[in-house]
T-cell receptor
Framework: DGGITQSPKYLFRKEGQNVTLSCEQNLNHDAMYWYRQDPGQGLRLIYY???????QKGDIAEGYSVSREKKESFPLTVTSAQKNPTAFYLCASSIDGNRRANTIYFGEGSWLTVV | GESVGLHLPTLSVQEGDNSIINCAYS??????FIWYKQESGKGPQFIID?????DKRQGQRVTVLLNKTVKHLSLQIAATQPGDSAVYFC????????????FGTGTSLTVIP
């Protein structure tokens, strides 16, 4: 089936640790995104990538890092510099991120909790 | 309707009734809008979209209305079913920003059997 796969679904991080959230898509989409969702707030953009080997900071990039070495993969690392990482993280993709707006499709999300 | 804050607006409807969920968007230059449905603990699902050159678009049991004059978007769900219970939120795309969207906080819909 075509879609966006995020893993793990649940992840616990100790203070001072870096953790990486995986996102894979088999939709042949050029653009991929990472959003953060907190209770009572709209989705906030962390990073996005319009094409392989290129990515841009979103509104809340501090404390996060990404890579885009393959078209289908866009992993997100939550570093120890992110002071409030507990949240629901959503990966998304769209056919093209560069021209006229088109639909963004989401994965099932990953819950990250700091312990 | 949607708003920024810690508490989601809520809407309760009887099974079989029609539901109307509202969204006030922020930028008059936005030209593409999407409605999403999000069930608890899951990722958002695309429901329906509309571009600014239209004022109405229909899907299966859903209709989106766009009023650009007052920057208002609504989602109508016909014959609401228990499986429609979820959080619904709108997303707007500002013309010429590529594919960057701004998301509303959502409205929690509860369908009473």
């Amino acid at each position: 089936d075509g879609g966006i796969t995020q893993s793990p679904k649940y992840l616990f991080r100790k203070e001072g640790q870096n953790v990486t959230l995986s996102c894979e898509q088999n939709l042949n989409h050029d653009a991929m995104y990472w959003y953060r969702q907190d209770p009572g707030q709209g989705l906030r953009l962390i990073y996005y990538s319009q094409i392989v080997n290129d990515f841009q900071k979103g509104d809340i990039a501090e404390g996060y890092s990404v890579s885009r070495e393959k078209k289908e993969s866009f992993p997100l690392t939550v570093t120890s510099a992110q002071k409030n990482p507990t949240a629901f993280y959503l990966c998304a993709s769209s056919i093209d991120g560069n021209r006229r707006a088109n639909t963004i499709y989401f994965g099932e999300g990953s819950w990250l909790t700091v312990v | 309707g949607e708003s920024v804050g810690l508490h989601l607006p809520t809407l309760s409807v009887q099974e079989g009734d029609n539901s109307i969920i509202n969204c006030a968007y922020s930028n008059s230059a936005s030209d593409y809008f999407i409605w999403y449905k999000q069930e608890s603990g899951k990722g958002p699902q695309f429901i329906i979209d509309i571009r600014s050159n239209m004022d109405k678009r229909q899907g299966q049991r859903v209709t989106v209305l766009l009023n650009k004059t007052v920057k208002h978007l609504s989602l109508q769900i016909a014959a609401t079913q228990p499986g429609d219970s979820a959080v619904y939120f709108c997303a707007e795309n500002l013309h010429l920003t590529g594919n960057q969207f701004y998301f509303g906080t959502g409205t929690s819909l509860t369908v009473i059997p």
